[in-house]
């Protein structure tokens, strides 16, 4: 089973040391590597950066996610340019959240965007993950309009796609089959938002469009300020909801860990799956 695992670059020291910590645990599962996540507009450029010189120490390898709303293509290039020369060789491509503010400029408008310009640059010189919204993006106008742009975004150039996390398997394995109509034939991955805290997932979930069932809400709304149960429950959901993907065959796992080691490995290892390096 291919897991990757997604990291958020932290802002202070305690939090980089925290994060070096729960890296270190994780890298038990063997993840296939780990993304890094970039802040809206390039907001959390330099953290990034260092943030993903300290994964490379750690995993094989490093895939720094990056965002092209409001960049040039030179700002662009020159990015890319660096992160090939510290031996970066994949990539998740985003249009990224508009900043507060934000009106118009930077060469790209869309994913689609930075994935040709990627390809056209660089050549074949950076594998390509896009992203995909199973319950459709919350900006799209439908989801007829979102299948569309996801399709543009493979056609453009990218290896593979990881999903917005969600707690209904039946929406992942709908887009799954609707892309494959549509003649996409890269791997789709789920990605996996282990359950630890209700009112930040709630925030989360309101924010990007994600659905979380009215019957988890419920239940999880009823525990109140009880940390512990409501991470017990979440535990069980979530694990759930991996065993039935991963009997349902799908490519690999990426898992949104917000910079903690115990929610995911409780699931990995409950369900006794590991990662694939890297042949």
């Known amino acids: 089973m291919q897991i990757s695992l997604e990291f958020f670059p932290p802002k202070t020291e305690s939090a980089q040391a925290s994060l070096a910590e729960t890296a270190k645990t994780l890298a038990r599962i063997q993840p ?43 700002d662009m290039a020159s990015l890319l340019t660096d992160y090939q020369s510290r031996g970066i060789r994949r990539l998740v491509a985003l249009r990224g959240d508009l900043p507060s503010g934000y009106g ?13 310009f ?50 209904n398997t039946d929406a992942y394995f709908r887009f799954v089959d609707d892309a494959y109509q549509q ?7 789920p990605g996996i938002m282990p359950i630890t805290n209700y009112n930040q997932l709630a925030r989360f979930s309101d924010a990007c469009g994600a659905e979380i069932p009215r019957w988890i809400r419920q239940r999880l709304a009823s525990f109140g ?10 535990q069980d959901v979530v694990t759930d909801l991996v065993d039935q993907l991963v009997t349902a065959g799908v490519p690999g796992l990426h898992f949104y860990t917000m910079n903690r080691a115990e929610p995911t490995l409780a699931i990995v290892e409950a369900l006794g799956i590991r990662g694939a390096l890297p042949a």
């Open 32 to 74: 296939q590597y780990v993304s890094v996540t970039y802040g809206a507009g390039g907001s959390t450029r330099e953290g990034t950066l260092a943030t993903v010189a300290q994964m490379q120490a750690l995993f094989p390898q490093v895939a720094p996610h990056v965002s092209c709303i409001g960049a040039s293509e030179d």
């Open 104 to 116: 118009q400029g930077g060469a790209f408008s869309h994913a689609k965007d930075l994935v040709h």
């Open 118 to 167: 990627i390809r056209q640059r660089f050549g074949d010189a950076f594998e390509i993950e896009v992203a995909a919204y199973p319950e459709v993006h919350p900006q799209a106008r439908s989801a007829q309009d979102d299948l569309r742009h996801f399709v543009e975004k493979v056609r453009a150039g990218a290896n593979g796609a990881i999903t917005q996390y969600f707690f």
């Open 183 to 189: 003649g996409i034939e890269v791997p789709i991955t």
């Open 225 to 234: 300020d009880d940390a512990a149960s409501i991470r017990a429950f979440g």
